[in-house]
Each structure stands twice: as structure tokens, then as C-alpha cells.
């Protein structure tokens, strides 16, 4: 799954790099139809940013920002916000499917 990382007023180092590509290879566990992801490191006076795009097939892409006092809090707080979006928007699909069968008829 290809995974794009630009970065605005600021570097990211290799190590950073590496955790974008080890956290966005998990999050197709997650949800099967996880096709793209794009992350956005974002550098405004001491508000460090990450923000990722992640585009799923025949679905709305699902947007998450994670912010912190440095980029490995942002970013693990934004695998916290993506998963649990991936997770819901799975779920509600798996309930809608099987609550037609639970109508009497």
C-alpha cells in the first residue's frame, strides 16, 4: 500500500519516516479497503501537527489530525484517532448489513 509523507515548515527525519510506514501497514487490519494513505507533518510556531488522508475503496476517505508538543506524540495520537475511525465506520457497516435480516417477514 503505497503511503505519501509531505511535510510543511519543517523536516522529517528517517526515523519518522519508518513509524509512518509500520503504523499505516496496520491499519488495513482494520479495514480491508484501506487503498491509499497520504500523512502531512505540520510545523507552526511550537503546535506540531500530523494529519493523514486514508482513501478506501468506493468509500469516503477517512481525515485525522493528531497534534502534540513533539511529532512522535502527534503521531501516535493520530493512529489512535484513525483506528477508531477505521474500526467504527467498519462496524456500522456490519450492523446495517445484518439488521434487514432481523426484520420479521
Do not use: Y
Not at 509531505?6 to 491499519?27: F, K, M, Y
Not at 487490519?29 to 482513501?55: C, K, N, Y
Not at 481525515?63 to 474500526?87: C, I, N, Q
Amino acid at each position: 500500500m503505497p503511503t505519501r509523507i509531505t511535510a510543511h515548515g519543517c523536516e522529517v527525519n528517517a526515523q519518522l519516516r519508518d513509524r509512518v510506514e509500520t503504523l499505516s501497514q496496520r491499519w488495513p487490519r482494520f479495514d480491508p479497503a484501506v487503498m491509499d494513505v497520504r500523512v502531512v507533518f505540520r510545523l507552526q510556531g511550537r503546535s506540531h501537527t500530523v494529519e493523514a488522508i486514508v482513501s478506501r475503496r468506493r468509500r469516503q476517505p477517512i481525515v485525522a489530525r493528531g497534534e502534540g508538543p513533539d511529532f512522535r506524540v502527534a503521531l501516535d495520537d493520530l493512529d489512535t484517532h484513525v483506528k477508531r475511525r477505521l474500526k467504527r465506520d467498519r462496524t456500522r457497516r456490519k450492523d446495517f448489513r445484518h439488521a434487514s435480516s432481523d426484520l420479521p417477514g
